[in-house]
């Protein structure tokens, strides 16, 4: 089991930046691959980062490709997520997420077992 907290959302310019973390309970917190996802309203839960176990391969949805890094500090259980060049269409809560092992691939969110709770991301023109 693993509890996740997220934190860092907030209401930010479009071409600002913000950096998201999420706190992961646990000893084994280096074992979960750990993601992001996100959600407007309206929409479907989309994939946007994610970063394995191990040596920490990671991936990208295209639309955030270049804008965003995801990054893990396994002697802090946190995966963050900066978020540079922000646009309006960024717009949306934010969820972290993890899995036990490595996934190649791009994930659904059916592919992550443990959630956060959530965090607002606004971006305006």
């Known amino acids: 089991q693993v509890q996740l907290v997220e934190s860092g959302g907030g209401s930010v310019q479009a071409g600002g930046s913000l950096r998201l973390s999420c706190a992961a309970s646990?000893?084994?917190?280096?074992?979960?691959?750990m993601g992001w996802f996100r959600q407007a309203p309206g929409k479907e839960r989309e994939f946007v980062a994610h970063?394995?176990?191990?040596?920490?391969?990671?991936n990208y949805a295209d639309s955030v490709k270049d804008r965003f890094t995801i990054s893990r500090d396994n002697a802090k259980n946190t995966v963050y997520l900066q978020m540079n060049s922000l646009k309006p269409e960024d717009t949306a809560v934010y969820y972290c997420?993890?899995?036990?092992?490595?996934?190649?691939?791009?994930?659904?969110?059916?592919?992550?077992?443990?959630w956060g709770q959530g965090t607002q991301v606004t971006v305006s023109l």
């Open positions: 997420a993890a899995r036990g092992g490595i996934f190649i691939g791009r994930p659904r969110p059916a592919d992550y077992g443990y």
């Open positions: 646990g000893r084994t917190f280096e074992t979960y691959t």
């Open positions: 970063i394995n176990t191990g040596i920490g391969r990671t």
